[in-house]
T-cell receptor
């Protein structure tokens, strides 16, 4: 079974700073996808960024980028030039390409951006 | 286009009662998945339905059941409610039932069991 671990329950930074959220996962599979989801206080979960395991190049979406280390099973999210609207719970998630489209989530990191 | 919709938004039930939660996927999406999110934790997978067939089931007791209708909407049913069933229930839809297609989440139904 796959597991996803986020070791930082809470983080807080000042607006415009850069912050990195950590995530490790465990799987015996070789083909999978990894995601970072954001859940603002209004609670609707939205996708921030995704990474294909077969791609060595790290995914980037505007101010959001990942550091994907497949051998180490590590998948961190970097937010550059943080904004007040980035305040939210952030969840790292794994999905296998085998079987059901089941997202396995970590416990989440509560990120607060201070003005 | 409308996103994933869920009803009701909030629900309060008593232990032992039954509850039905509803989800309408994004138009054109054929897969619906259900997740339970207990306060302070990440969502846990309950079910996936694709083309009206159960495609996957998480580690939940038989008190939990679901179905998908011909219009791809879905219901999650929970019987004999326990206090521990109090949670946010999230529905997610996807255009396909397998592979890395993005899952779009609804706003959730907050269930409180007293």
């Amino acid at each position: 079974a796959q597991t996803v671990t986020q070791s930082q329950p809470e983080m807080s930074v000042q607006e415009a700073e850069t912050v990195t959220l950590s995530c490790t996962y465990d799987t015996s599979e070789n083909n999978y996808y990894l995601f970072w989801y954001k859940q603002p206080p209004s609670r609707q979960m939205i996708l921030v960024i995704r990474q294909e395991a077969y791609k060595q190049q790290n995914a980037t979406e505007n101010r959001f980028s990942v550091n994907f280390q497949k051998a180490a099973k590590s998948f961190s999210l970097k937010i550059s030039d943080s904004q007040l609207g980035d305040t939210a719970m952030y969840f790292c998630a794994f999905v296998s390409l085998q079987g059901a489209q089941k997202l396995v989530f970590g416990q989440g990191t509560r990120l607060t951006i201070n003005p | 286009d409308a996103g994933v919709t869920q009803s009701p938004t909030h629900l309060i039930k008593t232990r032992g009662q039954h509850v039905t939660l509803r989800c309408s996927p994004i138009s054109g999406h054929k897969s619906v998945s259900w997740y339970q999110q207990v306060l302070g934790q990440g969502p846990q997978f309950i079910f996936q339905y694709y083309e009206k067939e159960e495609r996957g089931r998480g580690n939940f007791p038989d008190r939990f059941s679901a179905r998908q209708f011909p219009n791809y909407s879905s219901e999650l049913n929970v019987n004999a409610l326990l206090l521990g069933d109090s949670a946010l229930y999230l529905c997610a839809s996807s255009i396909q039932g397998h592979g890395p297609y993005e899952q779009y989440f609804g706003p959730g139904t907050r269930l409180t069991v007293t």
